[in-house]
């Protein structure tokens, strides 16, 4: 927050939009702004002065235009700024004064051009499976149809956990083993592989990556970025998430409770779904395994403990999985 060191009764408080941020040199730059005077214990009001000094700065600090505008009855003003062809590149500075104070508005003059060709990343049909080879393709099309042939692509790929969840099961959880969130810390990920290469004829590139790693302690997502230049030297980046999972399918278990009377029955929720949500049928063993910890006391004076998990299967049962099923 900004402090406010004047000490005058009434504060002027101003803002000034263009209509886009970035500009060609050129362009014409549109403006608009709106003023109000702020007093304590009043509402805000337009100000009683009605002359507004405006001073643009180009990115040398070169000022380029100062003018004098006069607020509407709506205390609003608006003005443009018709840009040369040679002007500088940059950050601009648009500066209001009112009533001794002063409101900035910024906007930039690039050299830039629109996009002229897209890109497509598709991972294997089918999906991928972790401890296998990772495929990838890129297409690369002109908006006008025609393919973006010969064409320099630089690649990576990177791996990070991968949070399951399905729209329509919530409480499920799909993670193998004892995952939880903190350990989903690392949005970027582990670097997997780098490389470059070209666009064949149809505009196309293929990369096949192996994963050094074999095991995971749950389903992964594989970030394949993609970067391409054409002839015209133009560069377009596009990055694709491809998940990967031990198989066909994950299964999810919900339980109806987090404690559980003792003594009573408690009922536990199945599912088993494709990478699209979708329920598949199949057959799982579900295990009800028995935690508890087992402390004995080290030493008479530091009074520590020393404490060892204990776990036991109290029960094993075959089941059929179709939809959500109840065990």
Not at 3 to 15: E, K, V
Not at 176 to 182: A, H, I, M, Q
Not at 301 to 326: F, H, N, P, W, Y
Request: overall charge neutral; some cysteine.
């Amino acid at each position: 927050i900004s402090s406010d060191r004047l000490a005058t009764a009434t504060r002027i408080r101003g803002f000034i939009q263009s209509d886009r941020g970035i500009y060609r040199p050129g362009d014409t730059v549109h403006f608009k702004g709106i003023a109000r005077q702020i007093a304590k214990d009043a509402p805000p009001r337009v100000p009683a002065a009605k002359n507004v000094a405006v001073e643009i700065s180009d990115s040398r600090g070169t000022v380029i235009s100062k003018q004098t505008l006069k607020l509407s009855k709506y205390g609003g003003f608006g003005f443009d700024l018709p840009l040369i062809a040679d002007a500088a590149l940059g950050d601009y500075a648009v500066r209001a004064k009112l009533e001794n104070q002063t409101f900035v508005e910024y906007f930039s003059v690039e050299e830039y051009r629109p996009v002229t060709f897209e890109l497509g990343i598709t991972g294997k049909e089918g999906g991928h499976r972790l401890g296998m080879p990772l495929e990838a393709s890129l297409k690369a099309n002109y908006l006008f149809g025609a393919p973006v042939d010969d064409a320099e692509v630089a690649w990576s790929v990177r791996r990070r956990d991968k949070w399951v969840s399905f729209p329509g099961f919530d409480g499920f959880s799909f993670e193998k083993g004892e995952r939880w969130y903190e350990e989903y810390s690392d949005e970027y990920g582990e670097f997997i592989e780098e490389g470059s290469g070209r666009t064949d004829a149809a505009g196309n590139f293929s990369l096949l990556v192996k994963d050094g790693k074999t095991e995971f302690d749950g389903p992964q997502d594989y970030v394949v970025e993609m970067r391409v230049t054409d002839a015209s030297t133009q560069t377009v980046s596009k990055s694709s998430v491809i998940a990967a999972y031990y198989g066909d399918y994950v299964l999810g278990i919900r339980n109806e409770n987090w404690v559980a009377p003792a003594g009573k029955p408690f009922s536990i929720d199945l599912v088993a779904l494709d990478e699209k949500g979708t329920p598949v049928t199949t057959t799982a063993r579900l295990s009800l395994v028995r935690s508890s910890w087992e402390c004995r006391r080290i030493g008479m004076v530091q009074m520590r403990s020393d404490c060892e998990e204990k776990k036991t299967v109290a029960m094993v049962k075959d089941l059929k999985v179709t939809g959500i099923t109840k065990a």
